[in-house]
């Protein structure tokens, strides 16, 4: 069994408005032992978002790169990371978490920490945007999000998402050598090209002396990404290390 979730549940609470108690209890759960007791099967399970990068490389843009980022813009913006053709889920099976990238440095005596890239290119911020001007937050992942009344507030967000999206690539390139960087979610095709037709504009700002620019990719699976990617681990995870049967093949 395949199993896709988010991690670190509780780490947000300040921006979901959630309890310190009831948050720190997601520490305490483990989905995959809990669900491991319910059958005889073996259990896969992955971050959400890592779920969604092997939908994405199994059966997307990722039969044709070897390296990518990946970044799935949802509740909170998470992503991916593909080195080599393989998933790669780090030493605590978060690699890719690049909604807690820093947007800034710290500031004054340094116990103020800087904002995250999630705090300002989730959809959980222009769903807030809505909200507080009486609008529809369901608007954020269907068309009526570059439509009048709505559109107002979604260009704003996305003045504010693109060039951070733009600090996340760069800094990510520079560090893991990327061919591309492959972005998606759960909302509108046509808002998605936006949203990477502006942060690609915003990678212009940005010197690429001595590092390879990455070109900036629309995903293909779109928001059942995390539902397929977590129905493929077990293929993956059996038969992807030795073989490249649900990978891309070699050149």
Known sequence: ??????????GWQELLGIEPARAAKWAEIDIRARVAAMTDLPVQFVKDTAAA????????RGRSIRSFLYVFVDTFIGGGLVLDSHLRAGVHGNAGA??????????GDGRRA??????????????????ARGLDAGAATDAR??????????EARLRDAAPAVALAV????????????????????????RLITRADAALDAYSWE????????????????????????PLYAHFA??????????A
């Not at 990068?53 to 997307?60: D, H, K, P």
């Not at 690049?98 to 500031?107: C, E, T, V, Y």
């Not at 590092?211 to 990404?225: E, H, K, Q, W, Y």
């Open 1 to 10: 069994m395949g199993i896709a979730a988010p991690l670190s549940l509780g």
């Open 53 to 60: 990068c092997v939908a994405e490389l199994v059966a997307g």
């Open 98 to 107: 690049i909604g807690s990238l820093p947007l800034g440095l710290a500031q």
């Open 114 to 131: 800087p904002a995250q890239l999630l705090s300002v290119a989730s959809l959980f911020n222009l769903e807030s945007l809505y909200l």
């Open 145 to 154: 999000a570059l439509q009048p009344p709505w559109l107002e507030a979604t």
């Open 170 to 193: 760069n800094s990510a390139a520079c560090l893991l050598d990327l061919e591309g960087v492959i972005i998606d979610g759960s909302f509108d095709g046509t808002l998605l090209q």
């Open 210 to 233: 001595g590092v390879t620019r990455p070109a900036l990719l629309a995903g293909t699976i779109g928001s059942d990404a995390r539902a397929i990617g977590g129905a493929l681990l």
């Open 241 to 250: 290390p030795d073989r490249d049967l649900f990978l891309k093949l070699e």
